[in-house]
Nanobody
Framework: QVRLVQSRGGLVQPGGSLRLGCAASGDISSLFVVGWYRQGPGSQRDLVASIVIRNTADYDRTTYADFVKGRFTISRDNAKNTVYLQMNSLRPEDTAVYYC?????????WGLGTQVTVSS
């Protein structure tokens, strides 16, 4: 079993920045994928960014949705078993509940989600 604990989101002004964290614990394999998803009001849950992690320092592979490329960065901190989503140049349309997801083998786990609101 894997547990994902997400950091708080918050209210940010347009153009501002926010970093979300997803701390993983439990039975984590040596190869897994962590993704950040978001779901706006009345919308489907969309993939924002993902990182394939093999427990060697030079392996990480990242992907980004077109709507966040150049603004968001996904990264990891091995010592803290945490994956981060750094969000810069935030826009009102980035307002959503953000979820982290971990997939390994045939198993999938979700965080509880955190609200990010971009508004002046």
């Amino acid at each position: 079993q894997v547990r994902l604990v997400q950091s708080r989101g918050g209210l940010v002004q347009p153009g501002g920045s926010l970093r979300l964290g997803c701390a993983a614990s439990g039975d984590i394999s040596s190869l897994f994928v962590v993704g950040w998803y978001r779901q706006g009001p009345g919308s489907q849950r969309d993939l924002v960014a993902s990182i394939v992690i093999r427990n060697t320092a030079d392996y990480d592979r990242t992907t980004y949705a077109d709507f966040v490329k150049g603004r968001f960065t996904i990264s990891r901190d091995n010592a803290k078993n945490t994956v981060y989503l750094q969000m810069n140049s935030l826009r009102p349309e980035d307002t959503a509940v953000y979820y982290c997801n971990l997939r390994q083998g045939s198993s999938e786990y979700w965080g509880l989600g955190t609200q990010v609101t971009v508004s002046s």
